[in-house]
């Protein structure tokens, strides 16, 4: 039996945006994302890749095509459930006991507990739901209901989210389209690739240039201390900040970690399991990592972080 557990609107984001070749989303047992929302509701719109769960009576008809044991993230969410206290305050109770001591669940939670016997995963349930989950990540509105294999092959992903509404970490084509940076209200960026895009060229203020190869001789601690300052200078004037290589997840994933470690003086391995977390895919190449090993020591006074470890 699974468990519920509170989803954040940040991490249900970087969920829709993972990507292996292609979009993590044109894999069957990916993401199963429920909306539990009235038809109406639903058919106004919905998160995108979303199936709205039916109800017979006070039963939910979870879709037939769904096998939850098979499934890496399934995700529920109603218009504004924001908190699990009435669960976990009452999770030794079946549903009809909440109805009887006058206790009012969200659907998605009524749902939600449904589906822990369906599996052994957790079930999240999406903090604040729809409604704010829309409001921050409007571009990702649709009334599209079925999606085929091959338009979800074609999704292209946004940049993830590192801190919510101030800084992505993405790739060279992601920093390439006009679309992303006004959906993001991208205001400055961070290119750690020897590619020059198309924006803030020749705008040293919203432009930071990091020129290392992608190589195990890509030297990027000359650098670090100048990042951290930029990032930071923008950070206090309120400005979004897209940080992007090539590829985004090499370089440009050591150039956050490195950001990380210093903005929270915490460990090459906290900052690197945090970014791991946002970025399933990402990949720094052994000498980014011992050079992050040394940033760290630069950092906390030490080097702290085991790198002999297979995690990095």
């Known amino acids: 039996m699974g468990e519920l557990v509170l989803c954040e609107p940040t991490e249900l984001y970087n969920i829709l945006n993972q990507v292996s070749k292609l979009s993590r989303l044109a894999e069957p047992n990916y993401l199963c994302l429920l909306d539990v929302r009235a038809k109406w509701e639903y058919d106004e719109s919905h998160v995108i890749t979303a199936r709205r769960v039916k109800?017979?009576?006070?039963?939910?008809?979870?879709?037939?095509?769904?096998?939850?044991?098979?499934?890496?993230?399934?995700?529920v969410y109603d218009s504004n459930t924001s908190s699990l206290d009435v669960i976990l305050e009452n999770n030794n109770d079946d549903s009809s006991d909440d109805l009887e001591q006058g206790l009012v669940l969200g659907a998605a939670i009524e749902c939600g507990r449904v589906l822990t016997h369906l599996t052994c995963h957790p079930v999240y349930?999406?903090?604040?739901?729809?409604?704010?989950?829309?409001?921050m990540y409007h571009f990702f509105r649709t009334q599209k209901i079925i999606w085929m294999p091959q338009e979800l092959d074609a999704f292209q992903p946004y940049p993830v989210e590192i801190i919510p509404g101030s800084i992505y970490l993405g790739n060279f084509s992601q920093a390439c389209n006009?679309?992303?940076?006004?959906?993001?209200?991208?205001?400055?960026?961070?290119?750690?690739?020897?590619?020059?895009?198309?924006?803030?060229?020749?705008?040293?203020?919203?432009?930071?240039?990091?020129?290392?190869?992608?190589?195990?001789?890509?030297?990027?601690?000359?650098?670090?201390?100048?990042l951290c300052h930029f990032i930071d200078i923008h950070l206090e004037l309120?400005?979004?900040i897209l940080v992007f290589s090539k590829l985004g997840i090499s370089r440009s994933c050591a150039?956050?970690?490195?950001?990380?470690?210093?903005?929270q003086e915490q460990t090459l391995k906290r900052s690197w399991a945090y970014v791991k977390k946002c970025?399933?895919?990402?990949?720094?190449?052994?000498?980014?990592?011992?050079?992050?090993l040394l940033w760290e020591k630069i950092v906390l006074g030490d080097s702290i972080t085991d790198i002999s470890d297979l995690l990095y």
Request: charged share 20%; glycine share 6%; hydrophobic share 40%.
């Open 55 to 75: 109800q017979k009576g006070k039963e939910y008809l979870i879709p037939e095509s769904v096998d939850l044991e098979c499934v890496k993230y399934c995700v």
């Open 238 to 240: 309120g400005s979004v």
């Open 255 to 263: 150039a956050i970690i490195a950001y990380l470690m210093h903005q």
């Open 178 to 226: 006009p679309q992303i940076q006004k959906d993001l209200k991208i205001k400055a960026h961070v290119n750690v690739s020897m590619e020059t895009g198309p924006f803030f060229v020749g705008d040293a203020d919203r432009l930071l240039h990091i020129q290392v190869e992608d190589s195990l001789e890509a030297n990027i601690s000359p650098f670090l201390r100048h």
């Open 125 to 135: 349930i999406l903090r604040g739901g729809y409604e704010r989950f829309s409001a």
């Open 279 to 292: 970025k399933g895919n990402m990949s720094p190449n052994r000498s980014l990592v011992s050079q992050l």
